[in-house]
């Protein structure tokens, strides 16, 4: 299995994420376009925000190799969450056209281009938060990454003995309200356990010595996937 972050990559990863058995990818995959093949089994979506109305206004988006790759496209904030948790828009910005919770235009749009969307559960949020070791008292202003949650839904659904989970184009960094940090520290803890194996070098900087350059040879009797 590889998981494809939307960072820069250091090289070429086409043929290796293509020949691979089940790929998970997030939101709008620009920055290794060419560079990270078109294989998507999992298309992980922020549906809230910004970010997706700028998506659904994007007239190249469902016509693109990546988004016509997907076999399935995933939501992980239950509308319940986003009432929960995200901040409330003021006044101005909803007569602008701007909304927190963009689930259901983008479930008319994606199932109108044939694509099987998948909401997450409320309590998926939750314990995704749990994991990570977020504070319920911080859930209102850290917010942990949708490659976070992809990283560990695959985790979660696919067995270590049976599954080698790779993973690169992730930096790590970028909207100040993610977790970074926790984000950071949960990955290196998952590299040290030999769940997770980093793949792509550009994404190493910042980890330990001893986490970065645990053997894969370890891992030799699981399935490579």
């Known amino acids: 299995m590889v998981v494809v972050g939307n960072g820069p990559l250091s090289r070429d990863f086409s043929e290796h994420v293509d020949s691979a058995d089940f790929v998970i990818r997030f939101n709008e995959p620009k920055a290794g376009i060419g560079l990270s093949g078109t294989k998507t089994d999992w298309l992980f979506m922020a549906n809230s925000g910004n970010p997706m109305q700028r998506r659904l206004g994007d007239v190249g988006l469902l016509t693109s190799p990546i988004f016509r790759a997907a076999k399935e496209i995933i939501f992980p904030y239950h509308p319940l969450i986003i009432e929960r948790y995200f901040e409330k828009l003021r006044l101005s910005s909803r007569l602008k056209g ?26 998926f949020y939750e314990r ?77 900087e910042g980890f330990p010595e001893a986490v970065l350059r645990l053997d894969p040879s370890q891992q030799e009797d699981r399935i490579l996937t």
Do not use: N
Request: hydrophobic share 40%; net charge positive.
């Open 128 to 204: 995704g938060c749990r994991a990570l070791g977020l504070p319920a008292d911080k859930m209102r202003v850290l917010f942990p990454s949708t490659g976070y949650f992809g990283i560990w839904h695959a985790l979660e659904r696919h067995p270590a003995k049976e599954w080698r989970v790779e993973v690169c184009g992730f930096t790590w960094q970028g909207w100040k309200s993610h977790a970074w940090a926790d984000e950071r520290r949960w990955i290196a803890e998952r590299v040290q356990e030999g769940r997770i194996i980093l793949i792509d070098e550009g994404a190493d």
């Open 98 to 123: 701007k909304r927190r919770d963009w689930t259901l235009p983008s479930i008319m749009t994606f199932g109108g281009a044939d694509k099987e969307v998948r909401i997450m559960p409320p309590q």
